[in-house]
């Protein structure tokens, strides 16, 4: 079953350091998210991507935030300049249709960022 | 803002015994799905409900979306361990974003 990817599982990064996520989408999916989770709260909504642009983002996603579809495959997430409340689980997630009812947003494993 | 809370926040309960969480709002939410997350693990999808009233169910789990399309629960009948986990419910509001409710952990004591 087609699942999405994401890389590294875990990345220990200094603050001030930029740090670059990784995911690998459904091959069949046009849309494509990131989420954060800080640990013990809710899953946050970051910025939407599609067609090579940001379709939506929250005001979370600040000018120190940024999102690319490289190549054909990969979608990133790019942190200029992290800071200490950085520090969280970053999910990916596609989904194959705008999201109009009927249809599903599927998540990856996660990023673990710590900024120490 | 759109706003989803989960009630209960946590729920122990014996094996065998039947469940309702609970995903309430103010807000009408154009669809809405329920996931399940493992500790350090990503959200995994269970169930999307679309319509007001509409009940769907997988196995042992029934979930029902309210006629408002404001609120949805989740009934677990004869639960078992394996269905010990975070259950978070999530809705659409007509644009891309999902929004997460507070999550309702689960604890099924065997």
């Known amino acids: 079953e087609p699942e999405v990817t994401q890389t590294p599982s875990h990345q220990v990064t200094q603050m001030g350091q930029e740090v670059i996520l990784r995911c690998v989408p459904i091959s069949n999916h046009l849309y494509f998210y990131w989420y954060r989770q800080i640990l013990g709260q809710k899953v946050e909504f970051l910025v939407s991507?599609?067609?090579?642009?940001?379709?939506?983002k929250s005001e979370i996603f600040d000018d120190q935030f940024s999102v690319e579809r490289p190549d054909g495959s990969n979608f990133t997430l790019k942190i200029r300049s992290t800071k200490l409340e950085d520090s969280a689980m970053y999910f990916c997630?596609?989904?194959?249709?705008?999201?109009?009812?009927?249809?599903?947003?599927?998540f990856g494993p996660g990023t673990r960022l710590t900024v120490l | 803002t759109q706003l989803l809370e989960q009630s209960p926040q946590f729920l122990s309960i014996q094996e065998g015994e039947n469940l309702t969480v609970y995903c309430n709002s103010s807000s009408v939410f154009s669809s809405l799905q329920w996931y399940r997350q493992e500790p350090g693990e990503g959200p995994v999808l269970l169930v999307t409900v679309v319509t007001g009233g509409e009940v769907k169910k997988l196995k042992r789990l029934t979930f029902q979306f309210g006629d408002a399309r404001k609120d949805s629960s989740l009934h677990i009948t004869a639960a078992q361990p394996g269905d010990t986990g975070l259950y978070l419910c999530?809705?659409?509001?007509?644009?891309?974003?999902?929004?997460f409710g507070t999550g309702t952990r689960l604890t099924i004591i065997p």
């Open positions: 997630a596609s989904s194959r249709y705008l999201w109009t009812g009927d249809n599903e947003q599927f």
């Open positions: 999530a809705g659409a509001g007509g644009n891309e974003k999902l929004t």
């Open positions: 991507f599609y067609n090579n642009e940001i379709s939506e």
